[in-house]
Structure formats: C-alpha cells, structure tokens
C-alpha cells in the first residue's frame, strides 16, 4: 500500500502533463452551444483537422460570453451568430475580419396544442403578437445569447414590449430553455440545429418556421493580431480560410441529424 | 453512446462498454480532483495545524473566514479563477485558462478552505487533550504541529474524504476556467451538464450513476484502508 499510492499519484501525474505536452498545433474556438449540441463539431473538426494536423478546441457558450472571451484574449478564434454584435467587434477593433459562413433559421417551438395558434400566422411577427395577446408562458433564453439578441429584434418587430407574468427570462443555454420549456409547455424560439438534435422535446413541437427573419447567420472572426499579439494567429487564420473554401462548406453541407441538413453553407 | 431509456441500463452499458472517450472523461475528473485534494491537504492540513496551535492578532477571523470559506459557491471560485487567469488578468501569460491545471487551481480554492478549517477544530481537540502532556515535555509549537497531525490521521482521512465529495462533484468552477473541452476539460459533471442540455437526460443520468459509483469506491477503499490502519496499530 505504501508504495502503490505514491506510484498510482505519480502516474496521474504524467498522463496529466502528458495531455499538456500533446497540445502544440491546437487553437482554442469560442463558439456558440448551438453548433456544439447539435454534433457539427464533430463532424467537421476531424475533417480539419485531417487537412490541416491543427486541433480545434471548442469553448461553446452564449455568443455574449464567447465575445467576452475573445475580447480578453482567450480564445484564437470566433465563430458565432450575432452580426450586428460581429461587426460592432470589428470596428471596435477587436477582430480585423468577419466573414458569412453559414446560415440556419430560428423556429418556434410550443405545446402541441398550440392553444396560442401560431401555427396559422402568417409572418413571426404575428406569431409573436400571438402568443403576447394570449399571455401565453413563452420562455427566453435571457442570456445575452445571439439567439435571445435575435429574439429582442422578433419581440421589436412584432411590436410588443415582452414583459408579465408569461414572459419567463430563464438564463439559460438553448439545451436547458427547451428542457425547461417543455417542462412548462411553454413556447420558445431555438435555432433550428439544437431543436432538431433535442432528445427531450416531451410535449413541444415545431409550430412555426419559413420566415425570412428568422434567418441566422453564423460568421467567423479574425481577432486583432495588434490587440492581442500572444494568440495563434497563423493556426486561427487557416481554420477561418478552410471554413470558407470549398471543402469546409461543402463539410458543413454534408452534416446532417436524422437525414436533415442543419446548416447552409454561405460563404462568399 | 446508447440510446435508451432506462437509465441504470445506460448506466451499467456505459462501465462494462469501456467507451474510450467515456474512460478518458472519468479519468481526467479523477485525475484533476485528486490533484487538487492533494495539494490541498499539503497546504491545508499544516494551515488548519498552524491555526490552531498559534494564538495570533485576528484570529478569531481567520477561523470565521475559513469557516465562511467552506461554503463558497463552486461559481464565485470559477469566475475569480477565470480572471485571474484570463489573458487580460495578473497571471495571463502563463497561458493556463482553459486546461486542467485551470480546473485543478479552481478546486483548490474550493477545497483548500475546508481542508482546514476541518483540520483546525480537529487538532485543537486533540491539543486539549495532549496539552499537559506536551507542556511537561517542554515542546515547541513547532514540533506539537506532527505529532499532532499524526494522531488525527484517521479523523483527517474522513475531512480529506469531504473535500474530494466537493471537488470531485462541483462543476459551476471547472466548466468555467475549463471550458468543457472534448477531450482536453471534459470532466464527468460537465459531461452531465452537457447531456442534459442536449435533452439526453438518460445519458446525463447515467453518467451521474457511473459518477457516484467512483465516488463510492474511492471511499470504500478509504474506509477500508483505514480500517486495516486502526487494526495494525491498535
């Protein structure tokens, strides 16, 4: 006993460091959940990383925190979906480039009943006045997500100021919004890849998809070289080239759930 | 990875499976908590030790904070951690955000505190009953802190015990200075968070069974170790 412990502690050890010393051609991705859940990451990373011998390391989280990470310097590269805010990074200088990857759209998902009749509307703007009439629960992401920054627009859109007792601002990722969602029947607006790869849906259902607002653009970021000298530019740029060469796109155009294509390929 | 309902099925699928990337998660989380529970007690114990032999200005206040300490919430630690360590943070250059070392620092602020302050109350007990003793001996504080530690070897064993249950079961500080990385910070509680995000709840559950099964072996193996130590040395 009293050499085996010290002998298993050492092993941990080394495997700990040896995970270390493995890491040299690898850039650390800030990315959105939306991408992550849904599995595109694991289709199109090995792909990457077959071409290329970088790793891609993928934070996922809202896409207000995946700027904040980038923003302090933690992460070599940016792949998220709020343009408005993309371009705002970009002239503030924290990226020197920002490129259209790809697109997906925001469905809304409610109880199958549809009690707000949703279903029927004949833009999202309606859709939203719907449910806002009806004071039916409707759950928002609350997080400063790209998905609930497009929610606030829909919200604007539809003229209604999203406020009462059935407005219910939860905080959370899109994963846990619909778990929670579906655990209240409520409504809830998801981008179409985490809603289509959810395995807890219970009750919900997609009521309504098609309208050109609820386009979602999903674009990558060089981050500023002058801002943050430390990070692995060169490694950064080439994942941010391959994403938009043919053999990225066409990689993310293979992906699919359930014989469903997730995301559309859009680079320029 | 299965798709079934039933979750002591998924549970007992997922140990006997042997699933690569279900081992190297189990892995990485005992290899960071027990890391982070080791340097803990290197620290802690003669922490709490010093605490409790020396009679100092302030502290009355260094026992309130360690006491406090003991319940800071996993989150608060992750996020101090996460700016320390932040490029933009005091210890930036060091590169370390976002690795297990990160996770391993943000356990250690989680399980230091309760290292000691455990330790605290117990060698102060102990002193009670060895002061006489150690004052006809003429001891210094110094040489009462081994002794004293020693003799509360099995006591401390059960603290150190508590401080793995803490690091090993917290995940607010590992996903944030870790990041949830596949195959770099997964750790099993962020795992869980993970699944449960992605509506898998079987899955997430029966990681939390294999979870809790380590868990419970890990302390099974303290207990009898223990045990066989209190028998040999009576």
């Not at chain 1, 092993?11 to 270390?20: F, H, L, N, P």
């Not at chain 1, 928002?140 to 919200?155: I, M, N, P, V, Y």
């Amino acid at each position: 006993m009293k050499i085996t412990l010290p002998l298993a502690l050492a092993g941990i050890m080394t495997t700990g460091w040896a995970i270390q010393a493995h890491a040299e051609g690898y850039i650390t991705l800030a990315s959105t959940t939306s991408t992550e859940n849904s599995g595109l990451f694991d289709t199109i990373l090995p792909l990457f990383e077959q071409a290329t011998d970088i790793e891609v390391r993928v934070v996922a989280v809202g896409t207000g925190q995946a700027f904040e990470i980038a923003r302090r310097g933690d992460a070599d590269s940016l792949l998220v979906h709020d343009t408005a805010g993309e371009k705002a990074f970009v002239e503030n200088g924290y990226a020197t480039e920002r490129a259209d990857v790809m697109v997906n759209d925001f469905v809304l998902i409610g109880p199958a009943s549809d009690p707000a009749g949703i279903a029927d509307a004949q833009s999202a703007a309606e859709a939203f006045a719907d449910i806002a009439e009806a004071e039916l629960p409707f759950a928002s992401r609350g997080d400063d997500s790209g998905t609930h920054r497009a929610e606030l627009r829909l919200w604007e859109n539809a003229d209604v100021t999203p406020e009462g007792d059935w407005y219910r601002e939860l905080g959370s990722g899109m994963g846990p919004a619909l778990n929670t969602a579906a655990a209240m029947d409520a409504y809830v607006m998801s981008d179409r890849a985490t809603w289509v790869a959810f395995e807890n849906p219970q009750n919900l259902t997609l009521l309504f998809e098609g309208d050109d607002v609820l386009f979602n653009q999903y674009g990558s970021l060089l981050l500023s070289e002058a801002r943050h000298p430390h990070l692995k530019h060169d490694l950064a740029k080439q994942w941010h080239q391959w994403l938009l060469s043919e053999d990225g796109q066409q990689a993310i155009a293979n992906f699919e759930v359930g014989g469903q294509q997730l995301f559309f390929p859009n680079a320029q | 990875m299965p798709q079934e309902t039933n979750v002591f099925f998924v549970a007992l699928s997922l140990l006997l499976s042997g699933d690569a990337a279900l081992m190297s998660i189990v892995a990485l989380s005992l290899k960071v908590s027990l890391i982070a529970v080791l340097a803990s007690a290197m620290l802690g114990f003669p922490l709490g030790a010093a605490v409790a032999l020396w009679r100092f200005p302030g502290r009355g206040a260094v026992v309130v904070a360690l006491n406090a300490l003991m319940g800071l919430p996993p989150v608060v630690a992750g996020l101090c951690v996460y700016l320390l360590l932040s490029r933009a943070g005091p210890l930036g250059e060091w590169g370390l955000l976002f690795t297990p070392t990160a996770m391993v620092i943000a356990q250690v602020v989680l399980v230091l505190p309760i290292l000691a302050a455990l330790s605290r109350q117990k060698v102060e007990e102990l002193l009670g009953e060895y002061r006489e003793q150690f004052v006809s001996l003429g001891m210094s504080r110094l040489r009462m802190m081994p002794t004293l530690l020693w003799d509360a070897r099995f006591a401390l064993l059960t603290v150190l015990l508590a401080g793995f249950g803490r690091a090993s079961a917290e995940v607010g500080a590992v996903m944030m200075v870790g990041g949830n990385i596949d195959g770099v910070t997964r750790v099993m509680t962020t795992a869980i968070v993970l699944e449960t995000s992605k509506g898998n709840l079987p899955l997430a559950l029966g990681l939390g069974i294999v979870l809790l099964t380590l868990v419970m072996l890990i302390n099974a193996a303290a207990y009898v170790i223990g045990e066989m130590a209190r028998r040999r040395m009576g």
